[in-house]
Nanobody
Framework: QLVESGGGLVQAGGSLRLSCAAS????????MGWFRQAPGKEREFVAG????????NYANSVKGRFTIFRDNNKNTVYLQMNSLKPEDAAVYYC???????????????WGQGTQVTVSS
């Protein structure tokens, strides 16, 4: 089970930190990712992190603003979002990837999502 939290309303230029708590799986074996879906748009990859945390990758649209990191002792992955823009508004989902690599596709388990709203 993956449970996201930390979403909310923030002004443009502000920051939010999303959390995703995992249970029922050996968290430290899984790559983890964050995706988002805005109304009327397809779900898109935002960021991924490998099982150890040693490798990360980001969508071009968030590079330099968002940071993904994980705490394997707490079975939690985070997404620190800075310099938020109105176009970042979406439902954000975390996902777990059996391969452990944290790639941009090929995820096996999904959370229910948390809403992020950015006011201009």
């Amino acid at each position: 089970q993956l449970v996201e939290s930390g979403g909310g309303l923030v002004q443009a230029g502000g920051s939010l930190r999303l959390s995703c708590a995992a249970s029922g799986l050996t968290f430290s074996n899984y790559g983890m990712g964050w995706f988002r879906q805005a109304p009327g748009k397809e779900r898109e990859f935002v960021a991924g992190i490998s099982w150890s945390g040693g490798r990360t990758n980001y969508a071009n649209s968030v590079k330099g603003r968002f940071t993904i990191f994980r705490d394997n002792n707490k079975n939690t992955v985070y997404l620190q979002m800075n310099s938020l823009k109105p176009e970042d508004a979406a439902v954000y989902y975390c996902a777990a990837q059996i391969s452990g690599l944290g790639l941009s596709s090929g995820y096996n388990y999904w959370g229910q999502g948390t809403q992020v709203t950015v006011s201009s």
